[in-house]
């Protein structure tokens, strides 16, 4: 019998003021069986990220031909698709032909490597963006995962701070390939 994904809730404050963009979302994460709480708390940081009335969850893990995350406009056309992890060539070459916009975020240890081998596959995709995660910092936004969350994410300058009320986590990012 197939194992069945997990159900998470997280109602989401967000303040990013370098978007001007004030909302509360009220979140519905399916885990897959396979996936850990570091890489479902990084898909959850990504939304926030990019939060906007038509970014979604996608079935992820649950179908390879889908992102983690992805915003389309009205005629169902991909404006922004964003990966978790370390996806493969193919896979973002795909995604740079079907949408405006890719973004990756990797946050393991090992991004370094796994991004020195993909550097240069990739370069000729002008859409996409390779932000690096500080494996420290996604590890202590795994021990905020719950299966009811209530979050606040305040980003401001580039700079990022996700808390539950109890522990706050400051996030920096480093760019591997920025979209030109």
């Not at 809730?9 to 003021?17: C, E, V």
């Not at 079935?59 to 991909?78: N, R, Y």
């Not at 021990?143 to 701070?161: N, S, V, Y």
């Amino acid at each position: 019998m197939a194992l069945k994904a997990t159900i998470y809730k997280a109602d989401l404050q967000i303040a990013d003021m370098d978007r001007n963009y004030y909302e509360s979302q009220a979140l519905t994460l399916a885990r897959h069986p396979s996936e850990t709480d570091e890489r479902m708390m990084v898909r959850l940081l990504a939304f926030a990220i990019h939060a906007n009335e038509a970014l979604t969850f996608t079935k992820g893990l649950f179908d390879v031909e889908e992102p983690d995350l992805w915003q389309k406009d009205l005629t169902g056309a991909i404006q922004l698709w964003i990966e978790v992890g370390q996806p493969d060539e193919k896979k973002l070459l795909k995604a740079c032909g079907r949408s405006e916009h890719v973004v990756v975020y990797s946050y393991s240890a090992t991004s370094h490597i796994w991004w020195k081998q993909l550097a240069n596959k990739v370069e000729r995709c002008k859409n996409l963006t390779v932000i690096n995660l500080p494996a420290d910092a996604t590890a202590e936004l795994e021990k905020m995962a719950q299966r009811t969350m209530q979050l606040q994410c305040t980003i401001q300058d580039g700079q990022i701070w996700l808390t539950d009320g109890t522990a706050t986590v400051e996030i920096g990012r480093e760019t591997f390939k920025a979209e030109r």
